[in-house]
């Protein structure tokens, strides 16, 4: 079991910067990939960024492609989501998921634990 709370969401205007963080529960955070993925109303969870569990694998959802970059930090087992030039596009809940395994995946079906969100939203 892998327990995982987001944190750092808010209100930012257009433009803006916002850092989300990712606690996880487990000493083996290595052990497992883990995503960020966002869900706006009306709208299914989209993945956003994936990260491999070694720290050596990096993938992006084009529509944050050059404004986010997801990193991790094994040692404390945190993971975090660093968002530039925000959009009112980006509004949504952020999830993180961790999934047993290197592979970075952008399918929220493929992730087994997931956290309970955190809002952002972008005023234009």
């Known amino acids: 079991q892998v327990q995982l709370v987001e944190s750092g969401g808010g209100l930012v205007q257009a433009g803006g910067s916002l850092k989300l963080s990712c606690a996880a529960s487990?000493?083996?955070?290595?052990?497992?990939?883990m995503g960020w993925f966002r869900q706006a109303p009306g709208k299914e969870r989209e993945f956003v960024a994936g990260i491999s569990g070694t720290n050596d694998g990096t993938l992006y959802a084009d529509s944050v492609k050059g404004r986010f970059a997801i990193s991790r930090d094994n040692d404390k087992y945190m993971g975090y989501l660093q968002m530039a030039s925000l959009k009112a596009e980006d509004t949504a809940v952020y999830y993180c998921g961790a999934r047993w395994g290197n592979a970075v995946l952008r399918r929220a079906s493929s992730y087994e634990y997931w956290g309970q969100g955190t809002q952002v939203t972008v005023s234009s």
């Open positions: 487990r000493r083996s955070f290595s052990n497992y990939a």
